[in-house]
């Protein structure tokens, strides 16, 4: 009895044990005893970078976005191409468009050196998302930490997974309902479109073909992005026309006045479910800033890789 007795103990233990692997939980304080200088080390490296180019912030948030997006948030857009290995930045949604990878070598660089061995690229761009979102003017939040890197990516993943520009209504609810993201969720994490610049070939079609856009508005866009496929096609424009470096409400300001840059942001204000949030948010900021920061702490969940899965890369560019 007593033998069978110290077999389901340790039984027990074992699926307890096995159970914490399968369960553990991102949290705040995962590096505060491993790497303590971690927050401050990111920081300092974003607010350089930010200096040196303003841009440079969305570029951030954007990567963290598009990480998150194809197979959870473990770091795959960050892995270069090689003759035997097929990575995400050339998938459609990011070549030619995603940056910032320059940026997050130099973060990984400085805390390899305070912590080496340590430290996530995963949860480096979690935390580089937040510091730029804050440096620019937005709301802070505590970042949940413990993600590890992954070993694959997936090209394909990344042109089917990331919404398209051209998306419509239904079709962006439906995508950030399979991730498990809401509809107001969906409206609050496109508030990112805050900050940031768009190529010609992504509003196009939307600024000499759509009837839904301010008549001045899309004669402003159209001197910098020509008619013809093929011409210009590189040439930015500030997603928000009015306040492009700053995270704010005027994002949604400029929805409700039908001056949304690109085809999926008009969407969201066009007649459809999501008017009356763009509304709310057009008006009330401080009711974007606290939606934006639950929808990205939710949207940083999305099927991390922890406990012994993964690994921690030496250099985010490249498996171990």
Not at 60 to 65: A, W
Request: net charge positive; proline share 3%; charged share 20%.
């Amino acid at each position: 009895m007593a033998s069978f007795c110290s077999r389901l103990t340790m039984s027990l233990v074992l699926f307890v044990l096995v159970l914490g692997c399968v369960n553990a939980q991102l949290s705040t304080d995962f590096y505060y005893s491993s790497c303590p200088k971690l927050l401050s080390t990111v920081r300092s490296t974003v607010q350089s970078a930010i200096s040196k180019e303003t841009r440079m912030g969305a570029s951030l948030l954007r990567l963290f976005f598009h990480d998150c997006f194809v197979n959870g948030c473990d770091g795959s857009i960050l892995l270069d191409d090689t003759s035997s290995f097929t990575g995400e930045k050339n998938a459609n949604p990011n070549r030619n468009s995603a940056r910032g990878y320059e940026v997050i070598d130099s973060i990984k660089s400085a805390v390899e050196k305070v912590c080496p061995g340590v430290v996530s690229c995963a949860d480096i761009l979690a935390i580089a998302a937040r510091d730029s979102v804050q440096i620019l003017g937005g709301p802070s939040w505590n970042v949940k930490l413990g993600r590890r890197d992954a070993r694959t990516a997936s090209q394909s993943a990344a042109n089917n997974g990331i919404p398209a520009p051209t998306s419509n209504l239904n079709q962006l609810i439906s995508r950030f309902g399979a991730l498990g993201l809401s509809t107001k969720d969906l409206v609050a994490l496109s508030g990112g479109h805050t900050i940031g610049q768009a190529r010609c070939t992504n509003f196009r079609a939307r600024i000499y073909n759509e009837s839904n856009i301010d008549t001045s508005f899309a004669r402003t866009r159209q001197s910098s992005c020509p008619r013809t496929s093929g011409s210009g096609d590189n040439n930015l424009a500030p997603l928000d026309l009015q306040t492009p470096t700053t995270f704010d409400n005027y994002y949604f300001r400029n929805l409700v006045q039908k001056k949304g840059l690109l085809h999926s942001d008009q969407q969201l204000f066009n007649g459809g479910s999501t008017d009356s949030i763009v509304r709310g948010y057009s008006t009330n900021p401080s009711s974007f800033s606290s939606d934006f920061v639950s929808a990205i702490i939710k949207m940083g969940d999305i099927s991390p890789l922890t406990g012994s899965k993964g690994e921690i890369r030496k250099n985010c560019r490249r498996i171990n």
